[in-house]
């Protein structure tokens, strides 16, 4: 039996989530943790793993980067998790765009 996506189910507008953009193939939406004061969710809308994702990044990359810039003037982290140990909650692939504050060296 195959679990549901929850990311899958943003993207087909199932599932609630603040879309800050969306496209044919991205779709952009505000993570649910809140760890620092802006953290998005760069995703493409095909179920396709990290590994797949990070070896042709496409648009997801592109689009968060503009996102970055928009709600992330002052600077901005995009980042990956890959597994349970670097705390990979979603198998569907994503791409954080963290900011809004100063990103230390211990953040």
Request: proline fraction near 4%; hydrophobic fraction near 40%.
């Amino acid at each position: 039996m195959r679990h549901a996506c929850v990311f899958c189910e943003i993207a087909a507008h199932r599932e609630p989530a603040e879309i800050l953009y969306e496209d044919d193939e991205v779709i952009v939406f505000r993570n649910r943790l809140k760890w620092v004061p802006v953290m998005l969710l760069s995703v493409p809308k095909k179920h396709i793993s990290q590994t797949e994702l990070w070896s042709n990044m496409g648009r997801v990359g592109e689009i968060a980067v503009r996102m970055g810039r928009e709600y992330c003037p002052d600077g901005f982290r995009l980042l990956s998790n890959f597994g349970f140990d670097a705390m990979q909650s979603q198998q569907h692939g994503h791409v954080h765009v963290i900011g809004g504050t100063f990103l230390g060296e211990y953040a």
